[in-house]
């Protein structure tokens, strides 16, 4: 399997402007998460989807962020309009059913959004 | 909700070293994950260890679960060790991760 797959991998935008970052999670994961990284609080979760549904966004920071995931292999984060503040790295991570005797998470290599 | 420390938060090693990475976390939990984050900032999977003992290599782990806290070994450290060891733990039915702060491990020729 290729692992989870995230696009753009870099991405440089001006404030204001629309970001859409797109993942494709590992073929048979039932459970889809997106991360934000950045120096002053690390790592946290954003949003979770599972069987493409969103189980739980309390992460979001504002309404500005926005998830969709239209089927098993894809799932966009959007952010309209963007700011500076913005600027991390975001992940993307896909598991199992927790049933399966596995929560193990996998994490794509993430997209450095840098907004200017 | 869960704390999670990670501690010594930096450590410097000479290749060859031995060192330990504490991660304690405040509640009970469903699994616990180490991730190394490489100089490039990808993340990748050490172990998933909710409890007992694993080793791949020159690293090893264990999770006391009733005592609340994980060690992560490196032996013989290697510069291809250095980066960001994050140990992440599950408390809830859907696998959602609470990341630690991290260890900064940097290795030395």
């Known amino acids: 399997d290729a692992g989870v797959i995230q696009s753009p991998r870099h991405e440089v935008t001006e404030m204001g402007q629309e970001v859409t970052l797109r993942c494709k999670p590992i073929?048979?994961?039932?459970?889809l998460f997106w991360y934000r990284q950045t120096m002053m609080r690390g790592l946290e979760l954003l949003i979770y989807?599972?069987?493409?549904?969103?189980?739980?966004d309390s992460g979001m920071p504002e309404d500005r962020f926005s998830a969709k995931m239209p089927n098993a292999s894809f799932s966009t984060l959007k952010i309209q309009p963007s700011e500076p503040r913005d600027s991390a790295v975001y992940f993307c991570?896909?598991?199992?059913?927790?049933?399966?005797?596995?929560?193990?998470?996998?994490f794509g290599p993430g997209t450095r959004l840098t907004v200017t | 909700g869960i704390q999670v420390e990670q501690s010594p938060p930096d450590l410097i090693l000479q290749e060859g070293a031995n060192s330990t990475l504490r991660c304690n976390f405040s509640?009970?939990?469903?699994?616990l994950q180490w991730f190394h984050q490489n100089p490039w900032g990808q993340l990748i999977n050490l172990f998933y260890?909710?409890?007992g003992t694993k080793q791949n290599g020159r690293l090893s782990a264990t999770t006391v679960a009733t005592e609340r806290y994980s060690l992560l070994y490196i032996s013989s450290s290697q510069t291809t060790d250095s980066g960001v060891y994050f140990c992440?733990?599950?408390?809830?039915?859907?696998?959602?991760?609470?990341f630690g702060a991290g260890t900064q491990v940097v290795v030395t020729p």
């Open positions: 992440a733990v599950v408390t809830d039915s859907w696998g959602k991760l609470q």
């Open positions: 260890i909710p409890s």
């Open positions: 991570a896909s598991s199992r059913l927790p049933g399966q005797n596995s929560y193990e998470q996998y």
């Open positions: 073929s048979g994961h039932d459970y």
């Open positions: 989807f599972n069987n493409n549904v969103p189980i739980d």
């Open positions: 509640d009970s939990v469903n699994n």
